[in-house]
């Protein structure tokens, strides 16, 4: 903490919270281990920033990403769809189900903006920008450019999937993308914490602890 500079949250940076999401926490229908711990940190974090938006994954019944719509498929196995590679999970954040819900305990009313992704039936999206057939955009990189900001923060759930895919393509985008690491969780299936930690490296976003950014 006094090696490295404190970074001061302003007018140019945006905090990217990532579905935290009833599904993703403890009980749910995807529970991410640990996941009720990015809470405390998120909402002390979310405190520091004037601009906080909020992603909030959102499939339709019978979506392709889920292993049920695949007969004979078993969640967390990986499968071909008709952009490439996917992995199929349980049913998860069915629009509008409980556990679709945005959890209560996030203490954030001053965010400014709500994403939903994922909503095409065929096309999974664990980055807020971009769906997974890399193509479809969700217009958030127009929405953050648009009000200016130029820093992307990400922390939430999941690091390996919906954390790290926003903030590759954040830093794709050409803002300067940070992914705090303490104020996120990994399902870390198959090896995919490490993988994902890769490709958010070679994609020049910054790993960085909560305690970097100075609090309000
Ligand atoms: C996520 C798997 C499927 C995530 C979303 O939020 O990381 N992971 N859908
Ligand atoms: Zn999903």
Redesign the pocket.
């Known amino acids: 903490m006094t090696e490295q500079q404190q970074i001061r949250p302003g007018d140019a940076d945006v905090l990217v919270v990532?579905?935290v999401?009833y599904d993703?926490l403890p009980g749910g229908a995807?529970a991410?281990p640990d996941g009720d711990a990015v809470v405390a940190p998120i909402n002390r974090l979310a405190k520091a920033f004037r601009h906080v938006v909020l992603?909030q994954?959102w499939?339709p019944k019978g979506h392709a990403?889920f292993a049920s719509s695949h007969p004979g498929r078993k969640p967390f196995e990986a499968t071909e769809l008709a952009y490439g590679p996917q992995?199929l999970?349980p049913d998860?954040?069915i629009q509008g189900t409980p556990g679709a819900d945005l959890s209560r305990a996030l203490d954030i009313p001053h965010a400014q903006l709500v994403i939903r992704k994922?909503y095409n039936a065929d096309i999974?999206?664990?980055s807020g920008f971009k769906e997974a057939d890399r193509k479809t955009s969700t217009g958030l990189e127009g929405y953050l450019k648009e009000r200016g900001f130029r820093r992307v923060f990400c922390a939430?759930?999941?690091?390996?999937?919906?954390?790290?895919?926003t903030a590759i393509d954040a830093a794709g985008a050409g803002f300067e993308s940070y992914l705090i690491e303490d104020a996120s969780r990994a399902?870390d299936a198959g090896g995919s914490l490490a993988r994902a930690r890769r490709d958010w490296n070679a994609a020049g976003v910054r790993t960085i602890g909560s305690d970097r950014i100075r609090q309000a």
């Open positions: 990532v579905d999401q993703f995807l991410v992603t994954d499939h990403s992995v999970w998860h954040c994922g999974d999206s664990y939430g759930l999941a690091t390996d999937f919906c954390v790290a895919w399902i």
